[in-house]
């Protein structure tokens, strides 16, 4: 069960592991030129960063209407990881007070380049990275080492310069099938709220992560829940597969969305002018006809916070 999975995945990391290539100026405010409704949206700049804060006011989805949400807007990708950075480290530590682990859930994609700033100090040396446990959004279903493993991703670009025991590190069983290994990856985090790792939300029923960490398809894809896909309508399960992604490869396990909305914080990552359409689509004026997955993320209790850099704000 479960925790021959946990066994599994140590040895194979160890046996793996071997193979992969190793704010200070007071805040003025001011509309946000191009908005088409200057009165409700307003960005606040302190330093490189901004903040923008939406005022009651219809939303695009009924989901965004009931969602707390702080979207950060930064001049920079890099200024956008450094800030990143240090929203993880204050949950880090938060968590790690409070229940003695953190829970931290990863995608794949152009996020791990943003996480880069937690390899190096402060927090490399401060964080206490023996109370993460780790988890991905989504994954492909191919072998660890393959160029399209999210794992091998996350692997080279973070967790190989980070001391997170490896037992606590819980990537799929790439040896499954699709079904089998969203089957078997349900089963794990079952294990794990039945042993108080992961917490379970008392609104939802669903695990409580402490923390997930989206990135952002340009077609406002999060995970692997794709627009139009029967898989955005998934109300039990709490992981599922896919055979057919739109984006290759095609088979891929996925958290589904009330696992999603579960989590005690979210983080939506964006940067690039790539993203600025489903970021207006989502953060804008509600006029697009389509849902979009991205814009279904909606904490049932959390906290959902959007890191964007001038880029990918740049239509709103």
């Not at 960063?49 to 009651?56: E, G, Y």
């Not at 406002?220 to 139009?228: E, I, M, Q, R, T």
């Not at 992604?245 to 696992?259: A, D, G, L, W």
């Amino acid at each position: 069960m479960a925790s021959s999975f946990t066994g599994s995945l140590s040895a194979s990391l160890r046996t793996l592991s071997p193979r992969l290539p190793s704010p200070s100026q007071p805040p003025t405010s001011y509309t946000l030129p191009n908005h088409p409704n200057k009165r409700r949206i307003y960005l606040i700049a302190a330093g490189n960063r901004s903040t923008l804060f939406r005022s009651k006011t219809k939303a695009s989805t009924a989901a965004n209407m009931a969602t707390a949400k702080n979207v950060q807007v930064f001049d920079s990708e890099e200024a956008l990881s450094m800030s990143l950075a240090k929203y993880i480290a204050d949950l880090s530590e938060k968590f790690a007070k409070q229940k003695d682990s953190f829970t931290v859930v990863l995608s794949g994609g152009s996020l791990i380049k943003s996480l880069r700033k937690l390899v190096e100090a402060p927090y490399v040396d401060s964080v206490i990275w023996s109370k993460w446990h780790v988890f991905w959004a989504d994954e492909r279903v191919v072998p660890k080492n393959h160029p399209d493993s999210n794992y091998l991703l996350a692997y080279d670009g973070f967790l190989s310069k980070v001391p997170i025991p490896s037992g606590n590190v819980y990537a799929i069983n790439d040896a499954l099938s699709a079904e089998a290994a969203a089957d078997d990856y349900e089963t794990c985090v079952k294990h794990l709220v039945h042993n108080g790792i992961v917490s379970v939300s008392e609104v939802s029923g669903f695990p409580k992560f402490d923390l997930m960490l989206l990135g952002m398809g340009p077609d406002g894809h999060v995970a692997s829940l794709f627009p139009g896909h029967p898989l955005v309508q998934e109300k039990t399960k709490w992981a599922s597969f896919i055979k057919d992604s739109p984006k290759p490869p095609p088979e891929r396990i996925t958290f589904t969305f009330p696992v999603i909305n579960s989590s005690a914080n979210i983080a939506l990552v964006a940067a690039g002018a790539g993203k600025a359409d489903p970021v207006r689509a989502t953060l804008g004026n509600g006029e697009d006809s389509e849902v979009l997955p991205v814009q279904m993320v909606s904490p049932d209790e959390g906290m959902l916070t959007w890191f964007l850099d001038k880029d990918a704000a740049s239509k709103l």
